[in-house]
């Protein structure tokens, strides 16, 4: 009775060193490197983000006011100076971006070369990352199809007002359907990542 219950220890013991052998191997070879693959798509998507937003803003001052001092595009990527600046007398900057990217299909083109590089990162990212929260999924295909969108002959119309109508929810943090909103949705979600 005393060896089958050494057997038995013998084997328990044995299963428990596998067992966390295994987990340790798992935590080297799996759980870190996919940890440091997804800090360095975060980093990355984020300064794509904010590169995104000040090349959007220049396209848009150059389009509005011409010349301006070269920092002002990264100030006015904070939302509430964006707003302060666009929406000042009746929103005459604005609506002189809008209809510079109108009369002007070079920068037109510059704009949506922009979208659709941020979208070419997102769809990095979507290929590339094992996404397990189904917002974080949802949020970045819906940001990838609706820029591809705007980009696309499905605007003819009028694409100036697509692509104006977001980049002010982006850039004003502003949600046709909930209002203004304090927290960036977008870069919300690539610290979810």
């Excluded at 013998?10 to 340790?24: E, H, K, Q, T």
């Excluded at 119309?157 to 927290?183: C, I, M, P, T």
Aim: proline share 1%.
């Amino acid at each position: 009775m005393l060896q089958s219950i050494g057997r038995t220890n013998s084997i328990a013991f044995n299963l428990a060193v596998g067992y966390l052998v295994s987990g340790i191997f798992w935590i080297l070879v799996v759980y870190l490197p996919e940890r440091a693959r997804r800090s360095v798509l975060r980093e990355n998507l984020s300064r794509s983000y904010q590169r995104f937003k000040e090349a959007a803003l220049q396209i848009l001052l150059w389009s509005s006011i011409g010349t301006h001092d070269s920092r002002m595009p990264e100030d006015l990527c904070d939302h509430r100076k964006f707003k302060e600046f666009f929406e000042a007398n009746k929103s005459a900057h604005w609506y002189a971006a809008m209809n510079g990217l109108q009369g002007s299909e070079i920068r037109m083109r510059e704009l949506v070369l922009e979208l659709e590089i941020f979208a070419d990162e997102v769809g990095y990212v979507l290929n590339n990352a094992n996404i397990q929260d189904a917002k974080v999924h949802r949020l970045f295909k819906v940001l990838k199809e609706n820029i591809y969108r705007l980009h696309s002959n499905a605007y003819t119309d009028d694409q100036v007002k697509y692509v104006g109508r977001f980049l002010w929810e982006v850039l004003a943090r502003w949600s046709f359907v909930d209002g203004q909103s304090e927290n960036d949705i977008i870069q919300d979600t690539i610290e979810r990542l």
